[in-house]
């Protein structure tokens, strides 16, 4: 088998502002570089408000999608939710993750590798931090939970984003970088030994 004919999947990762602010990026990439997982684009920048917007669909059909995952939280934290409107609790979600988002510089970055979308967001763990997997990232180094974000009207800090599925990578990444931002021209050590046969 050739390494072209191996079905190799692309993401987007997003190092969030707290990220950067506790000065924890190095340990960052280091799970995914030890994973096998290769780097071929990375930029520091400021997000506006504008790509955040663009980044987290204004769309009816998601938003009420956001909110109904919200409910299913609330009622299980044992939550009236007997007004509870799934579009409006939406909005609320996404114009928290804007300000989430553009509250500081983040770091952009395309992964390339087998199965990467489900390998970096098995990595990650759970969007609520403290229900994540023993040894993830997010359990590592965040005591976050929804219910502690919702007491406090903010976004959860999931600390990175990840796309959840191949189609959301494509979109994501033209939000973020240019084809020729794309630096996939150079092999890895972790490539010769996964994907080169023998």
């Known amino acids: 088998m050739n390494k072209k004919d191996i079905n190799i999947e692309k993401t987007l990762v997003l190092i969030k502002p707290d990220v950067l602010q506790r000065q924890i990026v190095g340990e960052i990439f280091s ?41 299913k939280g609330a009622e299980a934290r044992g939550e009236d939710v007997s007004d509870w409107n799934s579009l409006e609790r939406g909005k609320i979600v996404r114009q928290r993750n804007i300000d989430y988002l553009t509250s500081g510089p983040i770091i952009a970055m395309v992964l390339e590798g087998f199965g990467v979308v489900a390998q970096v967001r098995k990595i990650l763990g759970s969007a609520s931090p403290a229900d994540s997997d023993l040894g993830t990232i997010r359990d590592d180094y965040s005591l976050d939970t929804y219910a502690l974000a919702d007491y406090i009207s903010r976004s959860t800090r999931t600390m990175l984003h990840a796309s959840d599925s191949v189609e959301n990578a494509e979109r994501e990444i033209k939000i973020w970088f240019k084809d020729k931002d794309i630096c996939n021209n150079y092999e890895t050590a972790a490539e010769k030994i996964f994907y080169d046969s023998i």
């Open 31 to 71: 799970r995914f570089e030890r994973k096998g997982i290769k780097i071929v684009a990375m930029r520091m920048l400021n997000a506006t408000k504008e790509q955040v917007g663009e980044h987290y669909i204004d769309d009816p059909a998601y938003l009420i999608e956001t909110g109904e995952k919200a409910k």
